[in-house]
T-cell receptor, first 108, second 120 residues
Framework: RKEVEQDPGPFNVPEGATVAFNCTYS??????FFWYRQDCRKEPKLLMS???SGNEDGRFTAQLNRASQYISLLIRDSKLSDSATYLC?????????FGKGTRLHILP | AAGVIQSPRHLIKEKRETATLKCYPI?????VYWYQQGPGQDPQFLIS???????DKGSIPDRFSAQQFSDYHSELNMSSLELGDSALYFC???????????????????FGAGSRLTVL
């Protein structure tokens, strides 16, 4: 079992809809959590860090549930430009662990 | 703002040849990571350096080696190239303090644009 697991998708979602992804992690010693976005053939870029209290950045909301060991990403009012792969990233003892990513396609 | 610089951006090699990829981290970042990403795959961690010393090792083949120099740039050396080595190679850098304090909101792990290696 991988230490960080994500549903690979693809999620095909109409423009304007709300979509949510989860990511589970197996090591309770994991310390910090991030969502990265990766466009095809491009480098991953930080979308948002995930804080214990949950955090929001515009249309994006991230939540952390330490008891159940998962993080989530909610995208509201999705745009065509949101189409990408979303990578869940976990930091444990300065080791960076990537999930396999969830592919999102926003449909016009 | 300065980003992570990788060179070359594209590289074509024959089987059994060698290749060297270079990475220049963000100034003052103390940690460099190398990742390999095959088509449709997530980034696979190869190796990392903290303050010029190897800090962690992942799925790096014995044919590959890397080092970080006194100016903090890093090089990934790949020998006896195989077809399966064809991939995007990303370098990323971070400042360990920022990584641990995710609430800083800083860009904790910044990737370069990658070097695309094609082995024929």
């Amino acid at each position: 079992r991988k230490e960080v697991e994500q549903d690979p998708g693809p999620f095909n979602v109409p423009e304007g809809a709300t979509v949510a992804f989860n990511c589970t992690y197996s090591n309770s010693a994991s310390q910090s959590f991030f969502w990265y976005r990766q466009d095809c053939r491009k480098e991953p870029k930080l979308l948002m860090s995930v804080y214990s209290s949950g955090n929001e950045d515009g249309r994006f909301t991230a939540q952390l549930n330490r008891a159940s060991q998962y993080i989530s990403l909610l995208i509201r009012d999705s745009k065509l430009s949101d189409s990408a792969t979303y990578l869940c990233v976990v930091n444990r003892d300065d080791k960076i662990i990537f999930g396999k990513g969830t592919r999102l396609h926003i449909l016009p | 703002a300065a980003g992570v610089i990788q060179s070359p951006r594209h590289l074509i090699k024959e089987k059994r040849e060698t290749a060297t990829l270079k990475c220049y981290p963000i100034p003052r970042h103390d940690t460099v990571y190398w990742y390999q990403q095959g088509p449709g795959q997530d980034p696979q961690f190869l190796i990392s350096f903290y303050e010029k010393m190897q800090s962690d090792k992942g799925s790096i083949p014995d044919r590959f080696s890397a080092q970080q120099f006194s100016d903090y740039h890093s090089e990934l050396n790949m020998s006896s190239l195989e077809l399966g080595d064809s991939a995007l190679y990303f370098c990323a850098s971070s400042l360990v303090g920022l990584l641990r304090e995710s609430s800083s909101g800083a860009n904790v792990l910044t990737f370069g644009a990658g070097s695309r290696l094609t082995v024929l």
